[in-house]
C-alpha cells in the first residue's frame, strides 16, 4: 500500500508539471465552490448554518472522494493509483501558484496597472494604490501562505492518511481542501455564516503553516529564519499565516507588508523585482521537498 500511494504522490507531482489546474470549468474544487456558493446570503440563523456547512460539506467531498477511490481499487491497484494522484492533483497547487505569482512581478517592471489586476488573483487587498514593492510583496505573501493552504496542508492529510488505506489518503487531503474552500469563500468577519469554517479552518492548518514554514527555511537554506519569524509570526491577524510568511521574510531580509493590517520585518526593504523572484524560487522548492516528504511518509 506504501508503494501504491507513494506513486499517487509522484504522480501528482508530475500531473502538477505538466498541466498546472484542472480547466476551470471542470474543476472539482471549483465545482465544490459552486455548493459553498450557496450559503454565501443572509440567513436567520447564520452561525448554525454556518457550522452545518462547514461540517457537511467538507464530509461529503472528502466521502466521495474516498469511494471513488476504492472503486476504482476495486478494479485494479494501477487505477486507484490514478484516481488518488488526479483527486490529490486537484487538491494541491503549485505550478499554477508560482506562475500566477511570477506573473505579477514581471508585470510591476512594465506595466504597474496590469499588475494591479494580476495581484487580485492571489490576494483580496485592494489594489487600487499599491506601490511597485507593495505589489511584489502581496504576491511574495501569496505564495508562502498558499504553500502551506494549498500545497502542505493536502500532502500532510494524504501521507497521515496513507498509514491505513489508499482511500482514507485520498478523503483526507481532499476533506482538508475543502475545509480551506469554506474558509477562503465564507470565513470573513463581515460573514457570520463563516465563523465556524474559519475556526476549524484555524484547527486544521495548525500543523500546515508550521511545517510550510519549515520548508521555506529549509528550501532558503537559512534555518535561522524560524527564529525571526517568532517575532514577527503574531503580526497577521490569521494565527497560521504568519508563520510561512514572516519565514519567506526572514529568507529574503525583505519587509512584507499589508497596508493597515500588518508588517512583517519591518526594519527591511520592500522586496525588489530580484527578491521576489527569488521568494517565488524559494518557494517552489519548498513545494518540491513537500512533495518528496509527504512520498517519503506515506511508504512507511
Do not use: C
Not at 127 to 132: G, Q
Amino acid at each position: 500500500m506504501g508503494m501504491t500511494a507513494t506513486a499517487a504522490v509522484g504522480l501528482a507531482l508530475l500531473l502538477d508539471a505538466v498541466f498546472e489546474e484542472f480547466p476551470g470549468r471542470v474543476h472539482p474544487v471549483a465545482l465544490f465552490g459552486r455548493v459553498v456558493g450557496r450559503f454565501d446570503r443572509s440567513w436567520a440563523h447564520p452561525k448554525p448554518v454556518g457550522a452545518l456547512a462547514a461540517l457537511v460539506l467538507p464530509l461529503g467531498a472528502a466521502a466521495l472522494a474516498g469511494v471513488l477511490t476504492d472503486l476504482a481499487g476495486s478494479y485494479g491497484a494501477a487505477l486507484g493509483t490514478g484516481v488518488a494522484a488526479v483527486a490529490l492533483f486537484s487538491a494541491t497547487s503549485l505550478r499554477m501558484l508560482v506562475s500566477e505569482a511570477a506573473s505579477v512581478v514581471d508585470r510591476t517592471e512594465s506595466d504597474v496597472e496590469a499588475a494591479r489586476g494580476a495581484v487580485r488573483a492571489l490576494v483580496g487587498r485592494d489594489a487600487t494604490d499599491l506601490s511597485p514593492g507593495e505589489l511584489r510583496s502581496a504576491a511574495v505573501e501569496s505564495v508562502a501562505e498558499n504553500l502551506a493552504d494549498g500545497l502542505v496542508a493536502p500532502l500532510v492529510a494524504f501521507a497521515l492518511g496513507a498509514q491505513f488505506s489508499l482511500p482514507l489518503a485520498v478523503a483526507a487531503a481532499v476533506w482538508v481542501k475543502a475545509v480551506n474552500t469554506v474558509d477562503s469563500m465564507l470565513g470573513y468577519r463581515s460573514k457570520p455564516v463563516g465563523w465556524a469554517g474559519a475556526r476549524l479552518d484555524d484547527v486544521v492548518m495548525w500543523l500546515p503553516a508550521r511545517l510550510g514554514a519549515a520548508s521555506i527555511a529549509l528550501a532558503g537554506r537559512s534555518l535561522a529564519a524560524l527564529g525571526r519569524a517568532r517575532v514577527w509570526h503574531t503580526a497577521p491577524p490569521s494565527p497560521n499565516s504568519g508563520w510561512p510568511m514572516a519565514t519567506l521574510a526572514a529568507v529574503l531580509d525583505v519587509e512584507l507588508v499589508k497596508p493597515g493590517v500588518y508588517d512583517l520585518n519591518p526594519a527591511g526593504e520592500l522586496p525588489t523585482a530580484s527578491d521576489a523572484r527569488a521568494g517565488i524560487r524559494v518557494v517552489g522548492v519548498a513545494g518540491v521537498l513537500s512533495f518528496f516528504t509527504a512520498g517519503v511518509v506515506a511508504w512507511f
